[in-house]
């Protein structure tokens, strides 16, 4: 039978991620978090509450749908179902949408201050029983602020530190949406298949569909291209989109009128931006042929300098493409975006 690997000393913890290293590739430090990360999702989705929490962003992609993106995702993103937090405002609809700015911002008030309440009553001991109940060494410190509502759970490492990958799992948390769709996957732990003699952690989330987590990438992408504005970390989201449109699942999102449709008027209500001028940025405009993946000028070296960052950190399984040909291929997607997008629209009147 296999050994558990929460079991094990941190001497042999740190032997068995280096023979997952030998066989995978991949830096012992990445392993050790993936670990923490699957181990979790397991925790969250084991509750009562993962019924109506849905697992979402590029780690969700990485964990949960195989090797279509070839990467190492660090932290959790999730969503709690809005029509769960605040069910007296938004109702049961599809995707509840408010039906004015002043609701708009009624709605994000109310919700953030329910995902926070939620987040401390019902996240963060159910965490810190499963911790406590296999005796791990881990802190855990809920952070609200006007980023948004995230629990922070810090490890105790059996791998040598670094800089750009810290032993800290970040569970951020929406309540803006419904998540959907969503369905349940099996997650398993990169190191599990490299040393069958333990017993990794193992996890059955309800994750976002993938489609709907392309065009989640393509409108930050369009935004970060029309306001020149970019959050750290960024790069992985073009990286992401090649990837998702490489696999085909890029082909099913475009074919997806709805749901580029339903995303757009999701992160219009919520999520507004503006550009370089100051003008809010149309998100209709982007599913409907005027989407932008290719940002210009210094917006272009920002985006190529934290891309080149993620490849020196070994973030990237193999060897990575270049970022000059990550734009490349980003340019043919933003073509076939449009090109549907166009194609979509109806026939002006004769």
Request: hydrophobic content about 40%.
């Amino acid at each position: 039978m296999a050994e558990s690997y929460f079991i094990l000393s941190p001497k042999d913890q740190g032997e068995v991620l280096l023979k997952a290293t030998d066989a995978t590739g991949r830096p012992a430090y990445l392993l050790e978090k993936d670990v923490w990360v699957v181990w979790t999702l397991g925790v969250l989705f084991t509750q009562a509450f993962g019924a109506h929490l849905v697992f979402k962003g590029g780690t969700s992609l990485s964990k949960a749908y195989g090797d279509i993106l070839n990467r190492f995702s660090e932290d959790i993103d999730l969503t709690y179902d809005i029509r769960k937090l605040i069910p007296d405002l938004v109702g049961e609809g599809d995707e509840p949408l408010p039906p004015s700015n002043s609701q708009q911002r009624k709605w994000t008030k109310a919700a953030r201050a329910a995902l926070e309440q939620w987040v401390q009553e019902h996240v963060q001991p159910a965490v810190r029983t499963a911790l406590d109940a296999q005796g791990l060494d881990a802190k855990l410190e809920l952070v609200a602020d006007e980023k948004g509502v995230s629990l922070k759970l810090e490890y105790s490492p059996v791998t040598p530190a670094n800089d750009y990958v810290k032993p800290i799992v970040v569970m951020e948390f929406g309540g803006r949406s419904t998540g959907e769709p969503a369905q349940e996957r099996n997650v398993v732990c990169d190191a599990a298949t490299a040393v069958p003699a333990v017993s990794f952690p193992e996890a059955k989330p309800r994750v976002m569909a993938a489609e709907r987590t392309f065009w989640e990438k393509a409108t930050a992408a369009h935004v970060y291209c029309r306001s020149g504005v970019l959050s750290p970390r960024y790069a992985r989201h073009w990286h992401d989109l090649v990837r998702l449109d490489a696999a085909g699942i890029g082909d099913g999102a475009i074919a997806d009128r709805s749901l580029a449709k339903q995303v757009a008027e999701h992160k219009q209500a919520f999520f507004s931006e503006k550009d370089v001028d100051r003008t809010t940025i149309a998100y209709d405009e982007a599913i409907n042929g005027g989407l932008q993946l290719v940002p210009t000028g210094e917006a272009l070296q920002h985006l190529k300098e934290d891309y080149e960052s993620m490849v020196a950190n070994g973030l990237l399984e193999g060897t990575p493409i270049s970022f000059d040909a990550l734009m490349a291929n980003c340019a043919t997607l933003t073509d076939k975006c449009n090109a549907a997008g166009r194609d979509a629209l109806p026939a002006p009147p004769a």
